[in-house]
């Protein structure tokens, strides 16, 4: 039996080291309303900027590997194109039309 807790370090002199204090106690692992602590980190997530967002999600997911750089508007031509790829579209059509005796040259 696991139980879910929001909880934070904070520095204890006397021990001479960090202790988690408790913020809030979700309850059981088995009893969590998922759809709420979605709605929570959504509510929290409206004072990040995007990029402190980003950041965050990354180390969630991946630690401190990933570092957020920067981002760009991409252009949807870019994008397609690169799926295009990615999918070897055109590497399949250009074999079809190769090989299809049917296809006029």
């Not at 002199?13 to 759809?35: I, S, T």
């Not at 990040?48 to 760009?72: C, I, N, Y």
């Not at 508007?73 to 870019?78: A, S, Y």
Request: with cysteine; glycine share 4%; hydrophobic share 40%.
């Amino acid at each position: 039996m696991r139980y879910i807790q929001l909880a934070h370090n904070e520095w204890d002199p006397v021990a001479k080291c960090a202790k988690a204090r408790v913020l809030y106690n979700f309850g059981r692992d088995e009893d969590l309303d998922v759809a709420a602590l979605k709605r929570l980190v959504s509510s929290i997530n409206r004072f990040l900027s995007p990029k402190e967002a980003l950041e965050a999600r990354g180390k969630v997911e991946h630690g401190d590997a990933l570092k957020f750089v920067f981002s760009r508007p991409c252009c949807g031509t870019w994008f397609l194109n690169e799926l295009w790829k990615q999918r070897e579209f055109d590497f399949t059509l250009k074999n079809y039309w190769l090989n299809d005796s049917t296809v006029s040259r």
